[in-house]
Structure formats: structure tokens, C-alpha cells
């Protein structure tokens, strides 16, 4: 019984470990999870794009940034996915500052996302938002009619916050807005630009 309890967690160390070079050698991984969850995304430094995917699925692609010079940071980079119930925590670590992600999500979804530095667009996810940055650019498309309290913070930088009738840039710019939706959006950053654009339909 102990040799076959050995072997069976050698394989599977094994098979996990080729799926996860797979994954790798494709720039791209993949989880089953059905919309109407919670996803927190905890990411390292770098260009995202959080768009909606399949309903029944988590999927994350990479790829060299703009410039183009970084080709041997795409091997290096880590992904990782916890999941318990309708609850997942996705993590990206590693050489990530001139990498390009891709998260695809189930449309249905209430995120959190934290990240310290970098570029984030958030685009066709409806549910309650929380998103905390320390710097970069950040974009939310809204729907105003969805929300009933959206609350953003910039401490210095440009606060865009076009869905919801205001503008600001210098120090200290907040918004606060109220209104007869269902879900909840709050968004702080510290240092850059914090854009709420009306959603694209």
C-alpha cells in the first residue's frame, strides 16, 4: 500500500509539473471556474488586460511588451491559482515589468485586484470592483446604472472620471457617486492616472 501511495504522488508531481511547463511553453493557463464567483487577482508589476473569457473558465496569456527586448523574462514568469468553492486567487510573480497579460474572467464576477506598479484595463466585468494600485495607469469601464456606490481616490495624479461627470488632476482628487445599481466600485491609487470610462456597447 505505501509504494502504491508513493507512486500514485510521484505521478502526479510529475504530471503536474509537465502541465505546468506546457503551460508555460504556450504563454497560457488555463482553470475551470464558473461565473457568478469571487476573483481576487494579486499581481506582480506589469501590463494587464482583464477582459471577460467563457463562463466556466479562468484563462491567462503573456507576451513581450511593446519594446520587444525582454524575450527571456516570458520563460521565467510564475502563475499560480488557488481555488475553494466559488473563490479564486490568481497570482502572477517573476520577471513581469515588460510583460503583457491577458486575464480573461467569467463576465459574471465581483473582483479584487492589488498590484503595485504598472498598467491595468478593466473592461465587461460586471459585478462589485475593489482595485488597489500604488502607481500606474488604471482603467475601469462602468456602467453607471449598475452601481449603487462607486468610490475612487487619487493621491497625486489625474482622477478621469468621465462615466460619472467629473474630472480632477493634481493632488488629493477623489470621487464619490450614488446611485440605484446593485453592485459596488471602489478604486484607490496612489500615484498616476485613475480612469472611469463609460462602457462600450
Known amino acids: ?19 505546468a511547463k506546457d503551460a508555460t511553453a504556450q504563454n497560457s493557463a488555463a482553470w475551470p471556474f464558473m461565473g ?5 487577482l494579486r499581481l506582480s508589476s506589469g501590463e494587464y ?12 496569456r503573456w507576451e513581450e511588451d511593446s519594446e520587444g ?5 516570458l520563460k521565467k514568469v510564475k502563475i499560480a491559482l488557488d481555488k475553494s468553492g466559488n473563490v479564486a486567487t490568481l497570482r502572477t510573480d517573476g520577471p ?4 503583457r497579460f491577458t486575464i480573461e474572467i467569467p463576465a459574471q464576477s465581483d473582483l479584487f485586484l492589488n498590484m503595485r ?9 460586471e459585478g462589485n470592483k475593489e482595485v488597489h494600485m500604488t502607481a500606474g495607469d488604471l482603467t475601469i469601464e462602468v456602467s453607471p446604472a449598475s452601481y449603487s456606490l462607486v468610490h475612487a481616490t487619487v493621491k497625486i495624479g489625474d482622477l478621469h472620471g468621465k462615466a460619472f461627470g467629473k474630472s480632477s488632476d493634481g ?17 484607490t491609487m496612489f500615484a498616476g492616472d485613475l480612469s472611469l470610462q463609460p462602457a462600450q456597447h
Do not use: C, E
Open 117 to 125: 506598479a504598472g498598467d491595468v484595463r478593466i473592461t465587461g466585468i
Open 171 to 187: 493632488f488629493g482628487n477623489s470621487l464619490n457617486w450614488t446611485g440605484a445599481g446593485k453592485y459596488t466600485l471602489n478604486a
Open 69 to 73: 527586448h525582454h524575450p527571456q523574462d
Open 49 to 60: 488586460s482583464v477582459r471577460p473569457g467563457t463562463s466556466s473558465q479562468i484563462r491567462v
Open 96 to 99: 513581469t515589468k515588460h510583460v
Open 36 to 40: 457568478g464567483g469571487t476573483i481576487h
Open 1 to 19: 500500500m505505501k509504494r502504491l501511495l508513493l507512486g500514485f504522488a510521484v505521478g502526479f508531481v510529475l504530471n503536474s509539473f509537465v502541465f
